[in-house]
Nanobody
Framework: QVQLVESGGGLVQLGGSLRLSCAASGGALSRYAMGWFRQAPGKEREFVAAITWGGASKNYADSVKGRFTIARNNAENTVYLQMNSLKPEDTAVYYC??????????????????WGQGTQVTVSS
């Protein structure tokens, strides 16, 4: 069973950038497709981005396309989310998750078996 730990969140101004990291332990990250989700107060957890096991295929929510980039380094057992041009509406707790169907980039929370504890991202205006 893989354990996931997110880091890199924080407070940033409108238009700023952050890079989130998701470190895996207890299993090889290359066995999984990986996703990022976020949850704002009072809202459901929503899909942000996903990447297949080798990084060949990526999928983004329309709201972040062109601003966020998902990447992975299987040798380091880490997945990243580079977030640029941040907006107040990006404020949320960000979660990484692992999908054992490693060749897909699912937008559905139910596809993901393992989740991290989340990291807070706050964008001020």
């Amino acid at each position: 069973q893989v354990q996931l730990v997110e880091s890199g969140g924080g407070l940033v101004q409108l238009g700023g950038s952050l890079r989130l990291s998701c470190a895996a332990s207890g299993g090889a990250l290359s066995r999984y497709a990986m996703g990022w989700f976020r949850q704002a107060p009072g809202k459901e957890r929503e899909f942000v981005a996903a990447i297949t096991w080798g990084g060949a295929s990526k999928n983004y929510a329309d709201s972040v396309k062109g601003r966020f980039t998902i990447a992975r380094n299987n040798a380091e057992n880490t997945v990243y989310l580079q977030m640029n041009s941040l907006k107040p509406e990006d404020t949320a707790v960000y979660y990484c998750a692992a999908d054992p169907t490693k060749w897909t980039t699912s937008r559905s929370r139910s596809a993901y078996d393992y989740w991290g504890q989340g990291t807070q991202v706050t964008v001020s205006s």
